[in-house]
């Protein structure tokens, strides 16, 4: 079994015992990030092509990456991107495959390291068919960190179309999924979600005086 395999919420919620919310606004204080122009550009050009092509490959391609490379620079790149890599954290509970993408509260480039702090799953189908298997990578991710000894408050994770994100937040054994979608116009929300979380682990490891 791998994360491809909880094509479910329900698989994922009776695999991991997880309590499942679902009527909950999780980011109504989290504030906006303004995209640069470089962003804007970017998207301007890609985003029709992105539709008439209208495949998984090119949504993550050409909307997605862009998105997660512009919240790197926000951050100084002090943050590490990994896009289709292997994650296995225990594969005799279906931990274990590739990740579409992976946000770290670290520098490095070459191997994931703690903390993991957001994983984002492409979809070119609609968002519900994803949300089982970012349910699972969320739950590698938390005992990733718990396995190097980075105790991180909560892990977050989005499924996207690339122009739909749905965030979800996981805390101990509690997963909640933000009742609000958000939409690639509305990409400073978007941006202000995926950075927020990722500054606070940065600060936190930096306080702690920990190298990042």
């Known amino acids: 079994m791998a994360y491809s395999e ?3 919420i329900a698989k994922a919620r009776e695999t991991f015992n997880l309590t499942v919310e679902e009527k909950i606004h999780l980011f109504t204080e989290i504030e906006p990030i303004a995209p640069s122009d470089y962003l ?5 050009e890609n985003l029709p092509l992105a539709n008439a092509i209208n495949t998984e490959k090119a949504r993550s391609e050409l909307i997605i990456t862009p998105v997660l490379l512009e ?13 289709g890599t292997d994650f296995n954290v225990e594969a005799q509970v279906g931990l274990n ?15 994931i ?8 799953e492409a979809k070119n189908e609609n968002i519900k068919g994803g949300l089982g298997q970012c349910m699972a990578e969320m739950v590698a991710a938390q ?3 718990q396995q190097h000894d980075e105790e991180v408050p909560a892990i977050y994770g989005a499924v996207t179309t690339g122009t739909n994100w749905k965030f979800l937040k996981l805390i101990a054994e509690t997963i909640a999924i ?35």
Do not use: H, W
């Open 97 to 111: 495959g590739y990740c579409d993408y992976i946000l770290t509260a670290s520098r490095k480039m070459y191997e």
């Open 71 to 83: 919240v790197r620079r926000i951050l100084n790149f002090q943050i590490g991107f990994f896009s």
């Open 113 to 120: 390291r703690t903390p993991v702090v957001t994983l984002v």
């Open 40 to 44: 804007k550009i970017t998207l301007d």
């Open 6 to 8: 909880f094509t479910t």
């Open 178 to 212: 933000d009742l609000s979608d958000y939409y690639i116009k509305e990409v400073d929300d978007i941006l202000g979600i995926l950075a927020t979380p990722l500054r606070e682990a940065i600060d936190g490891r930096s306080n702690r005086g920990s190298r990042v």
């Open 143 to 145: 005992i990733f960190n």
